[in-house]
């Protein structure tokens, strides 16, 4: 069922080409799809994208736009899923970390959950921001500016951050709340 009363909107799902963590991508994709919305997989190259659960190879996901082709004004929020591997790789990705540092800028919805923030981190987009995250990644946000809080959901303006795939109904709700409006 969806939502008559919001305009269609078009989500960036940006991930790596490997260790992305399945449940944190697929989860808020169908909240996406069932609030009426578009969900696009965005990725540092072209064909799939390997998912994982936990460490164990999942499925494969056809990447729809390559990040460096990708324009952020051609989206309405953007969804950084987990998985360790995933925003370890992405980090190092000038294309990612541009788009990213770009879309929290824009002031658009940018949701982040476990380890997710490591590349809000590199984009430097977390001074004087509150989150949270996977609890290991907590020092590191504190040392990016942030303040980190033990909380299923956090949101800080146009930033919505959740811990691990526990939180998933919780981050879905945020993020669709921050569609509608």
């Known amino acids: 069922m969806t939502d008559?009363?919001?305009?269609?909107?078009?989500?960036?799902?940006?991930?790596?080409?490997?260790?992305?963590?399945?449940?944190?991508?697929?989860?808020?994709?169908?909240?996406?799809?069932?609030?009426?919305?578009?969900?696009?997989?965005?990725?540092?190259?072209?064909?799939?994208?390997?998912?994982?659960?936990?460490?164990?190879k999942a499925d494969t996901f056809?990447?729809?736009?390559?990040?460096?082709?990708?324009?952020?004004?051609?989206?309405?929020?953007?969804?950084?899923?987990?998985?360790?591997?995933?925003?370890?790789?992405?980090?190092?990705?000038q294309d990612a970390v541009s788009f990213v540092r770009t879309f929290v800028?824009?002031?658009?919805?940018v949701a982040a959950i476990c380890h997710a923030p490591w590349t809000l981190i590199e984009a430097d987009v977390l001074r004087g921001r509150t989150l949270t995250s996977w609890p290991s990644?907590?020092?590191?946000?504190?040392?990016?500016?942030?303040?980190w809080e033990d909380r299923e959901v956090v949101i800080d303006d146009n930033l919505i951050t959740s811990r691990n795939p526990d939180d998933l109904p919780a981050f879905g709700k945020a993020l669709t709340d921050a569609l509608g409006a």
């Open 4 to 56: 008559t009363n919001t305009t269609p909107r078009k989500v960036a799902f940006l991930v790596a080409t490997e260790g992305i963590e399945q449940v944190e991508l697929t989860e808020p994709w169908k909240a996406v799809e069932q609030a009426g919305h578009t969900p696009v997989l965005v990725s540092t190259e072209a064909g799939e994208v390997q998912a994982f659960n936990h460490l164990d």
């Open 105 to 109: 800028e824009s002031g658009k919805p």
């Open 137 to 147: 990644l907590q020092t590191d946000l504190r040392n990016a500016g942030a303040t």
């Open 62 to 93: 056809s990447v729809d736009v390559v990040v460096s082709d990708a324009e952020v004004g051609d989206y309405d929020a953007l969804v950084l899923p987990g998985g360790v591997a995933n925003p370890d790789a992405l980090r190092t990705e």
